[in-house]
């Protein structure tokens, strides 16, 4: 199959490499010519594990390319994907269809014989009738079908969901286009994906739900957890024994510092918008957004409690500031409100994450970012677990300590033991489970 992939961030990078890899032939089309020129050169844009590998292996294999323009991809393509952005638009929290639109319209012109436009982006219900009457007004000869295939990609383990997912939603009535999308995905048939065909706009909306169900379920232990603070249990075991229950699960029921990232922020709001648009009122999704942002700003009035109520001129080391690890993406991430707050209450903010810093830098400049650990905790009032990377899940809590001007580790990511913490002399807190007394 030919397949013409438009645009090149997270979603159509990794799409574009997946399906290269599967033995199809594959342009990855992007309007910023830098972009372009770089991944030619075999620089990846994004931080997403064994991507580059991917990337090198496929375009070394000559399966996958990269252009600036779609017109030659699109008029030899099987199939063309659209992957641009859907940000929020800025003002009301709807769904930004502005880049989906004009890369309908381009589309449109360069379209030669029967072909798929599929909208692989996160889009409103409906938006796939939209891009067809863009096809249709642009084009009116066009032999074009437009199907919705939502993407369920988890940022550091992409590559692995693209690969082995639970489930592969196509949204079209259209036979031709089953045979086209069913094409493109029989590689996967040895993996026995579930590939599950429904309308376009029922596609659409499975994507919303779903990430509007996850976020859901991370709000609910949170909250879980503020409880078994007062009560005196232990929301990672509470975690265990509802997840051990099959009709809930045990996945997303971490509490933390609340979600962040591309997705999670961005789809509730949408959905939301979708609703309120056809007089439904999500009154589940509004509260956990609302519990969602105050919840980061909490955060940081945790982290106050702990140092002793008072963070002026106080430093507080920050461990982790991407939104989750293995990606260096610092969209909607806890760590800016929590950091934000400490520095609105007067305390010196010092930070340190593996791959994020250049990311942060942009969005928090007004902190001090350290090469490592335990140069972040040197000399500092406390210091925070923010981003559970692998890399702090086993410091050395002896030299923590002695870096460390006051011993107190507040760790919103529960990574550490209370009791471990407590025979090391840590003042800990964490997150749903009740503090060590402190000596």
Request: with cysteine.
């Amino acid at each position: 199959m030919r397949i013409a992939m438009i645009g090149t961030g997270y979603v159509g990078l990794v799409s574009g490499a997946c399906f290269a890899d599967f033995g199809h032939q594959v342009t990855c089309v992007d309007k910023d010519a830098d972009k372009i020129a770089s991944l030619r050169r075999g620089e990846i844009p994004i931080f997403e594990p064994g991507l580059d590998a991917l990337v090198a292996d496929n375009v070394k294999a000559g399966r996958l390319d990269f252009a600036t323009d779609l017109a030659a991809p699109v008029a030899e393509a099987d199939a063309v994907f659209i992957a641009v952005g859907t940000p929020s638009r800025r003002g009301d929290g709807h769904a930004d269809l502005s880049y989906v639109h004009a890369a309908a319209r381009e589309i449109a012109s360069a379209l030669v014989g029967f072909t798929v436009v599929v909208t692989k982006s996160t889009v409103p219900v409906g938006t796939g009738d939209e891009v067809e009457r863009i096809i249709r007004e642009s084009n009116p000869s066009a032999d074009a079908v437009v199907a919705s295939n939502p993407e369920f990609l988890r940022e550091g383990a992409a590559i692995r969901d693209f690969k082995f997912p639970d489930r592969i939603v196509v949204g079209t009535s259209d036979e031709r286009a089953r045979k086209v999308l069913g094409d493109v995905y029989r590689p996967l048939s040895l993996n026995q994906a579930p590939l599950m065909f429904t309308a376009r706009r029922t596609a659409e909306l499975i994507k919303y739900a779903a990430n509007a169900f996850l976020a859901t379920k991370i709000t609910f232990i949170n909250e879980i957890a503020d409880l078994s603070e007062k009560v005196g249990a232990d929301v990672q075991e509470v975690a265990r024994g509802i997840g051990l229950d099959n009709r809930i699960g045990s996945k997303f029921l971490h509490a933390g510092p609340g979600f962040g990232g591309s997705c999670f922020p961005k789809d509730t709001r949408a959905l939301l918008k979708i609703a309120l648009d056809h007089d439904v009122h999500l009154r589940i999704v509004e509260a956990v957004l609302a519990v969602n942002d105050n919840r980061k700003r909490a955060m940081a009035r945790k982290v106050a409690g702990a140092a002793g109520g008072n963070l002026r001129g106080k430093t507080i080391a920050v461990l982790g500031l991407t939104f989750k690890p293995d990606t260096d993406d610092m969209r909607e991430a806890p760590s800016i409100p929590l950091v934000t707050g400490l520095l609105d209450m007067g305390a010196k903010v010092r930070a340190h994450d593996p791959v994020g810093m250049e990311a942060a830098r942009r969005e928090l400049p007004d902190i001090e970012y350290c090469d490592d650990p335990y140069l972040c905790a040197r000399g500092a009032d406390a210091l925070v677990i923010v981003t559970e990377w692998v890399q702090f899940r086993a410091l050395d809590l002896e030299r923590l300590k002695s870096e460390l001007a006051h011993p107190v580790v507040v760790d919103l990511r529960n990574v550490y033991r209370p009791d471990d913490m407590a025979a090391h002399g840590f003042i800990y807190e964490s997150v749903g489970r009740a503090s060590e007394p402190r000596g």
